[in-house]
């Protein structure tokens, strides 16, 4: 029978060499990750934001479009979004309830100026945006992600819904140890309804890190053409460059 010996420097060969694989690996995908940069804001105050920028994905999308704040909005109230909850979690706590991802108030400032970003877009820029705001314990809530129009779809993806964290940059979601009792998770699924006017729902996310984006493709001109209308939205921009 052979006897099979591995010499110091094989075993510290055979480490290293797979922990720069992981390294590099991990470095590309970080800079693949970069948000992209804005080529025009459309809107800033405080945290909240709204800008156009350069697709990552190179997809070309019909724009400039034309969609009233009032369209938007209306397109808005139908999306929903509920807490991720695994087995164990759901014979804790049950299933979780799906609230409306937008509020009211969020629509009412949100819907302007996504209507006059949709409208000097090219074809190559999405629009991005980010709400954010303090809480009463003091923790920020933010609700972030991109729409686009390609085709027949409107395209809505969302990175966060309300997700609640310090003011200070959360490592919470990088802490992977099991807890005795289930916690709360920042992962969602988001849906629109009705359903009859959703084409698809697609998952996806950053390689290496816990990033989380949920795309809605909506029928948004049949959706229109059968749901009532937000009311009272103006296109009110008074911090526009």
């Known amino acids: 029978m052979k006897d099979w010996t591995i010499s110091h420097h094989q075993r510290v060969g055979g480490f290293i060499w797979p922990l720069f694989v992981i390294i590099g690996l991990m470095g590309g995908a970080g800079c693949a990750g970069a948000p992209p940069t804005p080529t025009k804001i459309i809107y800033e105050s405080g945290r909240n934001q709204v800008w156009l920028e ?15 704040p009032e369209e938007i909005g209306t397109l808005l ?18 299933e979780a309830e799906k609230t409306r991802a937008f509020r009211n108030e969020e629509i009412t400032f949100l819907a302007p100026a996504l209507s006059k970003a949709l409208a000097q877009a090219s074809p190559d820029d999405r629009v991005y945006f980010h709400l954010s705001h303090a809480t009463e314990q003091g923790d920020e809530e933010s609700t ?23 003011p200070q940059p959360d490592i919470s979601k990088y802490d992977r140890q099991m807890p005795n009792v289930p916690e709360r998770s920042s992962a969602f699924e988001v849906i629109f309804e009705p359903e009859e006017y959703l084409i698809k729902v697609k998952s996806g996310g950053k390689l290496f890190a816990p990033d989380q984006r949920e795309e809605l493709y909506i029928k948004y001109r049949e959706a229109l053409s059968a749901l009532p209308r937000f009311p009272g939205l103006e296109p009110r921009l008074t911090n526009t460059p």
């Open 144 to 166: 972030s992600g991109w729409l686009s129009i390609r085709q027949d779809a409107l395209v809505l993806a969302l990175s966060e819904v309300h997700d609640r964290h310090g």
């Open 54 to 68: 350069k697709d990552p994905e190179s997809t070309t999308s019909d724009h400039p479009a034309n969609l009233s």
């Open 77 to 94: 109230r139908g999306v929903r979004s509920w807490e991720s909850r695994n087995i164990i979690h759901r014979l804790f706590s049950g």
